[in-house]
Every structure is written in structure tokens, then in C-alpha cells.
């Protein structure tokens, strides 16, 4: 059992470039989350989903970002004509389904806009 | 708006002393709170779950509490070790959305 797989672990992109995200969940798992983390600060709520379904996308900046979580294959986080801002840690988590869990997360992917 | 406080960024302490974490919240009504130990380029790592409606929880050295009057939650280490020395993060939920406080850094000198 792997966990939760993210990859890459670190991603460079120059200003204006697309940046995609990807995130495997935990085997049995079919909600995932996204957060994004600064340095020195927390970890802010982007989107939540469910296979095939957006659940939840109050966090996620309403342009340039974009989020799936298709059928067959792993979540994806996009972002398009990223700027410097945009450089952060991007986790995600997930969690089996409804009820009260702990959410599982991965290693996280490091972009850097440069 | 919603507001997620820990005490201070960074708590140090002598090892096999008890480390106090604190969590305070405002303007929200969790059913039930998290605890998430993080270190350094890795992701949070889930340690303790306690619902609205349990005052205690315990899981080997770790206790954690949780007032809804006062909204707030401690998350104790007993008998601290160097190992130990991480960022803490309580994060606070209803059904599945789910908030993070910034995190408290903890070194346990040894």
C-alpha cells in the first residue's frame, strides 16, 4: 500500500507556463483534497473532490487554477500562466469517504516560478 | 470570518518535560478536531481525531482535549523526546471540509 503518491516532487516553471499536479490517492480511498502551503504558514483549502465530481472548490482562485478527478487515473491540480506568486507546496490528501476520518497525504510537489 | 489560532510559532522544551500545544478557534462549530504532527519537505502525518462530544482523547504519550465552550483544544507530549521535535497543526472539521491552523514548531532539547 503506497499511500498517497505525489508527483513530481519538484516542479520549475518559468512565468506563463502551464503546471500540472498529479495526485494518486490511497488505494480505497475516493475523496481527495488539495491544499496549498507557504512557507512559516498553514495549509489553505483549495478544492475537495470526488471521482468525477467537484465537490468543493470555495479555495481554489477562480481563474488559471483548475482541478479533475477523472475516472480512471490520478487527480490532477493545473495551473495555467503561472506567476511568481504561485510558488508554493501543493499537498493532497485523501480520505475513504463520508464519515469522520484522518485524511492521508503525500509528500507534497515544490513549485517554483521562476 | 473563520479563525484558527496556536500558540506561538515555536515552543522549546527539555526533553522527558511535557510539551503543551494550544488551539483556539472563532466563529466556527467543529463537529470534531484533528491533530497532524509535519516535518521539514514532508507531508502532514494524521496523529488523533476527538469528536465535539468527547472531552479526552489518549494515544500513547499523546493526550488531546477539546472545549466547545471555550473553543479550545491541547495536545499534550508526555515525557518528551528529541525525536518528537516537529510542526504540530490542529485543523477543525464538519463532514468533509476541513481548516488548518498555521502549526506550532516543537524542539525537544535533549
Known amino acids: 500500500n503506497a499511500g498517497v503518491m505525489q508527483n513530481p516532487r519538484h516542479l520549475v516553471r518559468r512565468r506563463g507556463q502551464e503546471a500540472r499536479l498529479r495526485c494518486s490517492p490511497m488505494?480505497?480511498?475516493?475523496?481527495v483534497y488539495w491544499y496549498r502551503q507557504l512557507p512559516e504558514e498553514g495549509l489553505k483549502f483549495m478544492v475537495y473532490?470526488?471521482?468525477?465530481?467537484?465537490?468543493?472548490e470555495s479555495g481554489m482562485p477562480k481563474e488559471r487554477f483548475s482541478a479533475e478527478f477523472p475516472k480512471e487515473g490520478p487527480s490532477i491540480l493545473r495551473i495555467q500562466q503561472v506567476v511568481r506568486g504561485d510558488s508554493a507546496a501543493y499537498f493532497c490528501a485523501s480520505s475513504p469517504g463520508e464519515g469522520v476520518y484522518g485524511y492521508t497525504f503525500g509528500s507534497g510537489t515544490r513549485l517554483t516560478v521562476v | 470570518s473563520q479563525k484558527i489560532e496556536q500558540n506561538s510559532e515555536a515552543l522549546n522544551i527539555q526533553e522527558g518535560k511535557t510539551a503543551t500545544l494550544t488551539c483556539n478557534y472563532t466563529?466556527?462549530?467543529?463537529?470534531?478536531l484533528q491533530w497532524y504532527r509535519q516535518d521539514p519537505g514532508r507531508g502532514p502525518v494524521f496523529l488523533l481525531l476527538?469528536?465535539?462530544?468527547?472531552k479526552e482523547k489518549r494515544k500513547e504519550r499523546l493526550k488531546v482535549t477539546f472545549d466547545t465552550t471555550l473553543k479550545q483544544s491541547l495536545f499534550h507530549i508526555t515525557a518528551s523526546q528529541p525525536a518528537d521535535s516537529a510542526t504540530y497543526l490542529c485543523a477543525l472539521a464538519n463532514n468533509n471540509d476541513m481548516r488548518f491552523g498555521a502549526g506550532t514548531r516543537l524542539t525537544v532539547k535533549p
Open positions: 473532490l470526488q471521482k468525477e465530481n467537484i465537490i468543493d
Open positions: 466563529n466556527y462549530s467543529p463537529a470534531y
Open positions: 476527538i469528536r465535539e462530544n468527547e
Open positions: 488505494k480505497g480511498h475516493s475523496h
